[in-house]
């Protein structure tokens, strides 16, 4: 073969990387199909694609550019431990593609201008690690199609079209750890993508949530941000048994955390929440059975909120500095168990029961100078023992209105600016045992229009006005029963019934002063 023969040769099997050897190969500027069968560096940019078809090689781009159009920019098909890294896409659908491969490692690329930035599918124990996808139209990284125990770290999506990072339909055993999405349509997104782990990531600027789980169930999320996001920072839904310890939400339009559709049996532990638009924590539309254990929620539009869901447990939570509502709100929320909480300085009320929120315990919680402490609106059968209601800003402690059924016991109310507690407009048959009214601003136990309750073994001390007060107005009150109470030192009486003599039962109580005389 003469010189010009063999040089023409040599150049032909670089163009279509079919050099055999295990040195690496160089590859200056191409344009075309390359296909790569062994350890290559490219030299000078390419225009069109680079499929990789040999098994354990590395492609090293060496920061030049990979551009073009068609399917796959960089292709990894069928393939085990090939590497592509230091490579520049642009103008693929998706500029890197990995589909049914085991061991492949990505690291140090740029993708950009493609319809997806680089998308994994199909494989397994793959490694994307400090990449970067920016403006491209869709997805900037994405596992798909069964994809499992691929490492996700260090990267970042900016600016993309629909999602930072996405799986949708991946498998289990993925984990995504200490990656930045910023300013794209979403931060994290799982589809139907059950098992995984997201963990110390960072989701900021985004049109819609920064992360968002969607049909995805027993993924841990532990140390992630969400920050600045025009939706919630977090958002559930139709997805359950999930864990979240130490995230934060911060400054999100829609909310820290939410849950809706049956997201349920998921646990939530020291999360905290800061200054986001709606709540800090909301459970909606039949998200039942959750946990939540010491979070925090500080400066949100309100705390935590229970809507149409049920057997939730809420213990050593905190909820403070409200924007607007309340500390912890239950609307339509039955069955739920709230204890050792403590809500704090917000202008609604501290702990609200109302529209149906029946058979819920409250045991042992707080409310700190909130605009009113512990109400129970229209809802029943609900039981409130060892709650503590204190320097209630605007309304009274304990306030119950057209709530019948409720049982309060050992709780106290202390100087609020209104009512100790109040049961008002056809709060009926309820029953208030050893509780405690003490230096409120008004009556320390006042009944309004209420009828066939159970007062028994209170103390009213030291209230503005009266000690127990029942009060004709309003239709007036009957069928009330107290016994054995104690009332003293208050401002007025010790204990005043406005209604007509035999309507209601005194017996066995310990007053000072009352009207009319021998209650």
């Not at 202008?347 to 605009?371: C, E, I, K, M």
Request: proline share 0%.
């Amino acid at each position: 073969m003469n010189r010009s023969r063999r040089t023409l040769l040599a150049a032909l099997l670089v163009m279509f990387g079919i050099v055999g050897g295990v040195g690496a190969t160089t590859a200056g500027a191409t344009t075309g199909t390359l296909l790569i069968t062994t350890n290559t560096t490219l030299t000078e940019d390419h225009v069109g694609q680079i499929e990789i078809v040999g098994d354990n090689v590395t492609l090293n781009c060496g920061g030049h550019q990979v551009s073009g159009s068609g399917f796959g920019g960089i292709s990894v098909n069928f393939r085990s431990g090939v590497t592509v890294t230091g490579c520049r896409v642009s103008g693929f659908t998706n500029g890197v593609n990995v589909f049914t491969s085991t061991g492949v490692t990505l690291s140090a690329n740029t993708a950009s201008g493609n319809q997806n930035g680089l998308v994994v599918g199909a494989s397994t124990a793959v490694t994307v690690v400090g990449n970067i996808a920016r403006e491209n139209a869709v997805d900037g990284i994405s596992l798909n199609n069964g994809e499992t125990n691929t490492y996700v770290s260090g990267n970042a999506s900016i600016a993309n079209g629909n999602q930072g990072y996405s799986a949708y339909g991946a498998g289990s055993g993925n984990v995504v750890v200490g990656n930045s999405a910023q300013n794209n349509n979403g931060g994290f997104f799982l589809g139907n993508s059950s098992g995984n782990s997201l963990l110390y990531n960072t989701a900021s600027g985004h049109r819609f949530s920064g992360y968002q789980l969607e049909g995805s169930n027993s993924t841990t999320l532990t140390g992630n941000i969400a920050s600045s996001n025009t939706a919630a920072g977090f958002n559930f839904q139709g997805s359950s048994d999930n864990t979240l310890i130490s995230n934060q939400a911060k400054n999100n339009g829609n909310g820290g955390f939410a849950l809706f559709f049956g997201s349920s049996g998921s646990t939530f532990r020291e999360n905290l929440s800061i200054a986001n638009g709606a709540n800090g924590f909301g459970l909606f539309a039949g998200s039942n059975n959750n946990t939540f254990t010491a979070n925090e929620s500080r400066g949100d539009g309100a705390g935590f909120a229970l809507v149409d869901s049920s057997g939730n447990h809420l213990s050593q939570n905190q909820a403070m500095n409200a924007q607007q509502f309340d500390g912890f709100s239950l609307n339509n929320a039955t069955g739920n168990t709230l204890s050792g909480n403590l809500s704090m300085n917000n202008p609604g009320n501290g702990f609200d029961l109302f529209n149906r929120s029946n058979n819920n315990t409250l045991v042992a919680n707080q409310s700190q100078r909130d605009g009113a402490g512990f109400a129970v609106v229209n809802s029943s059968g609900n039981s409130l023992a060892e709650n503590e209601a204190m320097g209630a800003q605007n309304f009274g402690g304990f306030f119950l209105s057209n709530a019948s059924g409720n049982t309060l016991s050992k709780n106290h109310s202390t100087s609020n600016a209104q009512n100790g507690f109040l049961l008002f407009n056809g709060s009926n048959n309820n029953s208030l045992t050893d509780n405690h009214a003490v230096q409120n601003a008004h009556d320390g136990v006042d009944v309004f229009a209420s009828n066939g309750n159970v007062l028994s073994k209170n103390h009213s001390v030291n209230n503005g006005r009266n000690g127990f007060a029942l009060y004709a107005e309003g239709g007036g009150c009957s069928g009330n029963n107290l016994s054995r109470n104690v009332g003293r030192a208050n401002g007025q009486l010790d204990a005043f019934d406005g209604n007509a003599l035999g309507l209601n039962t005194w017996s066995n109580n310990n007053f000072g002063t009352t009207n009319p005389a021998g209650l």
